[in-house]
């Protein structure tokens, strides 16, 4: 059974501060995905990684950036949160060829 | 500017009948398309695909049409279950199959009443 973890369901942080979203999967998957979910826009694509070092930025990497030193953990990092970064935040893993992905329960982070 | 778009946020139907969730794409280069099911407070679970060079899949409950034409598709759930009350997001391949980079629609809330 494919599992995908998220550090934390829910997480309040500062404006200004610096946050870090952890994602671990365990099925040997090689590439990794961090999207976030708001109302009205579905799921938009942040970064992604497709191998162990390796990323890629989505469609709105602007404010992140993202590390993946092993191969079942990719991080998100907010450099320094914003309000509007105030959204669901959802990771998933695929293998090669991915056309499927999995994803973890997400994690709600609330900037004030 | 929206490459898939699901212009129905919301869908009622009654348990039993069938549910028809709509989903349309711009870009005529997408060759595989995904639904994915969400429940409250639990990541999205992946339901059924369709590849471009099919216009039919059939998984169970579960159909989903493509018309490539009208750069268009739509999943079928016959017959509703009162559990199928989820939100559905479409989403498109918009790269290489070797990666899975996704875009995904707004999501359509569907609720089947009992």
């Known amino acids: 059974d494919v599992k995908v973890t998220q550090s934390s369901r829910y997480l309040v942080k500062r404006t200004g501060e610096k946050v870090f979203l952890e994602c671990v999967q365990d099925m040997d998957h090689e590439n990794m995905f961090w999207y976030r979910q708001d109302p009205g826009l579905g799921l938009r694509l942040i970064y992604f990684s497709y191998d162990v070092k390796m990323k890629e930025k989505g469609d709105i990497p602007e404010g992140y950036s993202v590390s993946r030193e092993k191969k079942e953990r990719f991080s998100l990092i907010l450099e320094s949160a914003s309000t509007n970064q105030t959204s669901m935040y959802l990771c998933?893993?695929?293998?090669?060829?991915?056309?499927?992905?999995?994803f973890g329960p997400g994690t709600r982070l609330t900037v004030t | 500017d929206q490459q898939v778009k699901q212009n129905s946020p919301s869908l009622s139907v009654q348990e039993g009948r069938i549910s028809i969730l709509n989903c349309d794409y711009t870009n005529s280069m997408f060759d595989y398309f995904l639904w994915y099911k969400k429940y409250p407070a639990e990541g999205p679970t992946f339901l059924i695909s369709i590849s471009s060079i099919k216009d039919k899949n059939e998984d169970g409950r579960f159909t989903v049409f493509l018309n490539k034409s009208a750069k268009h598709l739509s999943l079928h759930i016959v017959p509703s279950q009162p559990g199928d009350s989820a939100v559905y997001f479409c989403?498109?391949?918009?790269?290489?199959?070797?990666?899975?980079?996704?875009?995904f629609g707004q999501g359509t809330t569907l609720q089947v009443k009992p």
């Open positions: 998933a893993s695929g293998s090669t060829p991915v056309y499927e992905q999995y």
């Open positions: 989403a498109a391949n918009q790269g290489s199959s070797n990666t899975g980079k996704l875009i």
